[in-house]
């Protein structure tokens, strides 16, 4: 019975950011696009500088590549990376000696990610296609990993951090946004009716 809600947030989850990168200027149950980025401390003149196709369907719950510390020359991993823009960011960050590996559940996401990465001309920015908890890289890869409010939309968030820990090197870094609840839930378990409240 736990899997079955389990499933249907995922597939309500993954339907709904699907929507989002299909149609990002329509009504969708969180916020989508520049407005809402520059809400977020994404500054105007950094956004005029991306690609419009990652910016306009831009979602997520903080400015996390901003306050990531990003070095040249290293592997940078953005989980959830939607239609692209921390990937993006971090891959003027790590240069061409470096690698930003983007990756995103929703097909349609990736689309606008991958249409961004061609736009901006960054040959070291990558994307693919996986679930956060069945992260497509081999142990000990990531020096830097950015996660922008994947937690609160996926209920597998123990197979999550144990994915990360594996990839992630000894000495590597993750930064984590995410929004949190201030009250407890009026009942044990969220339905998909109240998965974006």
């Known amino acids: 019975m736990a899997q079955d809600i389990a499933k249907n947030l995922r597939d309500g989850v993954h339907q709904a950011y699907s929507e989002a990168a299909v149609k990002p200027d ?5 916020p989508v696009g520049r407005a809402f980025a520059e809400q977020l401390g994404y500054p105007a003149d950094l956004l005029d500088a991306m690609p419009p196709v990652a910016v306009e369907a831009f979602t997520g719950v903080s400015a996390v590549s901003l306050f990531a510390e990003i070095p040249a020359g290293v592997t940078v991993l953005d989980v959830g990376c939607g ?3 921390d990937s993006l960011i971090a ?5 061409e000696a470096g690698c930003v590996i983007g990756i995103d559940f929703s097909e349609m996401m990736l689309a606008r990610a991958r249409q961004a990465a061609d736009d901006s001309g960054h040959p070291h920015l990558m994307f693919s296609q996986a679930a956060a908890e069945q992260l497509p890289l081999p142990d000990a890869s990531v020096d830097v990993a950015m996660i922008n ?12 951090f144990h994915e990360l820990a594996r990839v ?17 839930l009026v009942t044990a378990e969220q339905t998909l009716d109240d998965w974006f409240s």
Not at 26 to 30: D, L
Not at 149 to 160: T, V
Not at 174 to 183: D, L, W
């Open 83 to 85: 239609a692209g823009l």
């Open 168 to 184: 992630m090197r000894p000495d590597g870094v993750m930064y984590v946004a995410e929004t949190i609840i201030v009250e407890p």
């Open 149 to 160: 409010g994947i937690f609160n939309l996926n209920p597998a968030r123990e197979a999550i």
């Open 26 to 30: 329509e009504k969708h149950p969180f």
């Open 91 to 95: 891959a003027q960050c790590v240069g």
